[in-house]
T-cell receptor, first 109, second 115 residues
Framework: EDQVTQSPEALRLQEGESSSLNCSYTVSGLRGLFWYRQDPGKGPEFLFT???AGEEKEKERLKATLTKKESFLHITAPKPEDSATYLCAVLTNAGKSTFGDGTTLTVKP | KAGVTQTPRYLIKTRGQQVTLSCSPI?????VSWYQQTPGQGLQFLFEYFSETQRNKGNFPGRFSGRQFSNSRSEMNVSTLELGDSALYLC??????????????FGEGSWLTVV
């Protein structure tokens, strides 16, 4: 069975304090791994797609990396507006997607 | 370019009733998928439609059904509503072709409350 586990469940940072979110996965065949940001009461907003081990993507203060077993979302010098729930999802070769439960990030000024 | 549009945004139904939710995908996107999101269960995959055919299905009872029209718009229906069906229902679409076609884009969701 495909599984996606995100850690930690919640993360509280001071503004400017860099950290990483983890997404570990077990799937039968990985077609792609996705990161989303979700604000309360809204739909998930697409951030990155990663397809193969070693791949990296960057956007502003966020950088996503992928290995054969996990992905990291690195947040450099976060700001309060980065506070949100970050979701990781995997898409298998069979076309099924599985989401993790998310990491809720709070950045305090 | 318009995003994924879902209607209605909020609705309240009574146990035993049925509900239909609507989704208009991003123009040019042929795949539409539906998800249920609750605080306790996270994001759960309901089903995916492509070219009017259900291509994948999650582990939900038969009370949950959907369909896709020739213009790629989709509807999902929940019959005989239960209190546990209260959730945010998210629709997502993807191109499903090309290198970037696997990325799914979400709508804002339909908040369903069953009382």
């Amino acid at each position: 069975e495909d599984q996606v586990t995100q850690s930690p469940e919640a993360l509280r940072l001071q503004e400017g304090e860099s950290s990483s979110l983890n997404c570990s996965y077990t799937v039968s065949g990985l077609r792609g791994l996705f990161w989303y940001r979700q604000d309360p009461g809204k739909g998930p907003e697409f951030l990155f797609t990663l397809y193969s081990a070693g791949e990296e993507k960057e956007k502003e203060r966020l950088k996503a990396t992928l290995t054969k077993k996990e992905s990291f979302l690195h947040i450099t010098a976060p700001k309060p507006e980065d506070s949100a729930t970050y979701l990781c999802a995997v898409l298998t070769n069979a076309g099924k997607s599985t989401f993790g439960d998310g990491t809720t990030l709070t950045v305090k000024p | 370019k318009a995003g994924v549009t879902q209607t209605p945004r909020y609705l309240i139904k009574t146990r035993g009733q049925q509900v239909t939710l609507s989704c208009s995908p991003i123009s040019g996107h042929r795949s539409v998928s539906w998800y249920q999101q609750t605080p306790g269960q996270g994001l759960q995959f309901l089903f995916e439609y492509f070219s009017e055919t259900q291509r994948n299905k999650g582990n939900f009872p038969g009370r949950f059904s959907g369909r896709q029209f020739s213009n790629s718009r989709s509807e999902m229906n929940v019959s005989t509503l239960e209190l546990g069906d209260s959730a945010l229902y998210l629709c997502a679409s993807s191109k499903n072709t090309g290198d970037s076609g696997n990325t799914i884009y979400f709508g804002e969701g339909s908040w369903l409350t069953v009382v």
